[in-house]
């Protein structure tokens, strides 16, 4: 028999009540994943946690212990950061190719991705002994490096770092190394507490096929302290700096070592190539790239050739570079003690580089990167460690020290722009030691540096105009005290040469920058405030106070460049066709002017006409102008700078130079 009808109803009721109530929990569970994809940029295929826009002053220290705000991620335990889950299988990752997490993982990798700022879960599943490409050139393979090489001491400091990539940046040291040629690897803790660093770590070394020496910080100090402890036991010819999430590639230690054989007073470093923090691929880079420094002492890497390699028909040999990362190179080991070493006094890690990339130079060294040296780094958007001291703090007393020791007069100009630094910070620490270890070495000064080392560097000078550019729309008091006085000067038809400009607008630079309101003036600037360094960014004017990335500064070279912080000038572009139908007048003679990379190029060059206050593009006589465009996603209305036919009586191609101070 069947069950009477009144019961069948209740269990077709509770039957339908579970049904709404999966249907629900199953809602809820795709909402949360749709909104952690969205949040991660939509990337579906391999979604990672927000990264972070990498910044030299963090609004507050990040922290390894602690994750998120009671997200779906949650707060992560002792358990979780102590956790060792290597399982390697074995073909992921091989010949440095992606790795691809299963979606049933995916919530658990989103959530480890914050321990370490990189998917662990990635690296977990990749080998130790991962196979790679061979990433050098056919020139590079073909090379013979002889016998007689100095022998390496390979110094790896860590701090809290996974298991899976310090062993794998080991065991690629050991597998791409020549035996007679790596005469240890020197690993210095940095007072880590994750207990796999502990015993685990010492009994996994013991039984390594080159012999290992492990030291620990007694308390958290910091990449220069630990480094120098590594260099101190180091037994090797050359100290062969890397940091612990690296991976080398096939013949990445030769040309390090013969290029220090050759000249001891070169410091050198690798092709550092890219290993993704997302899926752990393997990138190869462009070999001819150099490095140098923005206005905030920020490392940056530059691809333009540069003038002094052009004569250079070898492709083997090294590219001299103004600045060095800091994180891979290799230095003769006594050299690295002649020249001082690391500044002692310089806490944590940032600053290091800069201070041993002046001191090399000016000291009489070379800085150079091997174009057939090959060592992949993992680059992460944000540090996941403790920062002791306070990360801003720590950074500007670095910066401080290395600035007022090496810069001579462009230490002001760092510490009067960059954020959080300031001359009250310089006179807080005592550079005295330094100070006498550059009288020592009888050390050039900055300005040597600048012109025969960085000649094409965008700091100001003497010679060059720095400030900011204003459109004098008549109505502020700087607009008229500057069209005044720029009327009053004698002789009907003034010179055009940035030279006689720079001297007239620095003649009254102390009236302008008393007069200048940083809120009513006008000042040229990117149009938007974040200007990506590697592409195009239309130009506009808004209100002078300061730019988030102090862009709306600008330093103009004798030859006509007007350049900004990172290395990006002011650019003639030719205009897409859907830019010019935005324009209101269509009948003008338009283009495009973008702020981009500076390069050796005529369109990046501009004339200015101190007679009728107009900049013109050199070559095609077309003054730059305000004028009003529609954007085409926003349908807003904004002001947009680019370039027409000069009309003198034109007050939207009026522009002043405002000079500011940089130096004492």
Known sequence: MGLPFHKLKKLYILYLFLLVFAFFMFAISINLYVSSMQSNGGEGSHPKPPPKRRSLWPHKNIVAHYIGKGDIFGNMTSDDYNMNQFRPVETEGAYGRPVIIPPRDRFRMQRFFRLNSFNILASDRIPLNRTLKDYRTAECRDKKYGSGLPTASVIIVFHNEAWSVLLRTITSVINRSPRHLLKEIILVDDASDRTYLKRQLESYIRVLSVPTHLYRMK??????????????????????????????????????????????????????????????????????????????????????????????????????????????????????????????????????????????????????????????????????????????????????????????????????????????????????????????????PFSWYLENIWPEHFFPAPDRFFGKIIWLDGETECAQAYSRHMKNLPGRLLSREWKRAFEEVDSKAEEFTTLIDLERDKCLRPLKESAPRSSLQPVTVGDCTSHAQTMDLFVITPKGQIMTNDNICLTYHEPKQGMIKLLKNRNATTSNVMMTQCTNDSRQLWTYDMDTQQISHRDLKLCLTLKSATNSRSQKTEKVVLTMQCDFKDITQKWGLIPLPWRM
């Open 219 to 444: 308390k958290r100090s910091g990449l220069v302290p630990a480094r120098l402890m590594g260099a101190e036991h180091a037994r090797g010819d050359v100290l062969t700096f890397l940091d612990a999430h690296c991976e080398c590639s096939r013949g990445w230690l030769e040309p390090l070592l013969a290029r220090i054989k050759e000249s001891r007073n070169v410091v050198i470093c690798p092709v550092i190539d890219i290993i993704s923090d997302d899926n752990f691929s393997y990138t190869k880079t462009f070999e001819k790239h150099w490095g140098a420094f923005n206005w905030q002492l920020s490392f940056r890497w530059f691809s333009s050739e540069r003038k002094r390699d052009t004569n250079v028909k070898d492709a083997t040999q090294p590219t001299a570079t103004p600045g060095m990362a800091g994180g891979l190179f290799a230095i003769d080991r006594k050299y690295f003690y002649e020249m001082g070493a690391y500044d002692s006094e310089m806490h944590v890690w940032g600053g290091e580089n800069v201070e041993m990339s002046f001191r090399i130079w000016q000291c009489g060294g070379r800085i150079e990167i091997s174009p057939c040296s090959h060592v992949g780094h993992v680059f992460r958007s944000t540090t996941p460690y403790t920062f002791p001291g306070g990360m801003i703090d720590v950074l500007t007393t670095n910066l401080a020290r290395a600035a007022t020791v090496w810069m001579d007069d462009w230490q002001y100009f760092v510490m009067l722009y960059t954020q959080g630094l300031s001359l009250h910070v310089r006179e807080s620490v005592n550079v005295t030691e330094r100070v006498a270890l550059r009288k020592k070495l009888q050390c050039k």
